[in-house]
């Protein structure tokens, strides 16, 4: 195997950016919440079918190749 390959960023996205979004995301949700005065559960539901479609678009543009 090739080390340069496995560090490619092409190749896969590291748990630690995932974990980046998520708590950014996490925070986006209460400054909403606090702005807004809508229930945590309702910027769930209307962010949900975005973050999905966020999601497989990003695993779609890093795995062309796979």
């Known amino acids: 195997m090739n080390a340069e390959k496995i560090s490619s960023p092409k190749n896969h996205i590291p748990v630690r950016d995932w974990i980046v979004a998520f708590v950014a995301a ?10 807004a005065g809508i229930s945590y559960l309702e910027v769930i539901k ?14 779609y ?3 062309p190749e796979a």
Do not use: M, N, Q
Request: aromatic share 12%; net charge positive; glycine share 4%.
């Open 61 to 63: 543009l890093v795995h």
């Open 46 to 59: 209307r962010a949900f079918l975005p973050a999905i479609i966020s999601c497989i678009a990003l695993v």
């Open 26 to 35: 996490s925070c986006a949700a209460f400054l909403i919440i606090g702005y």
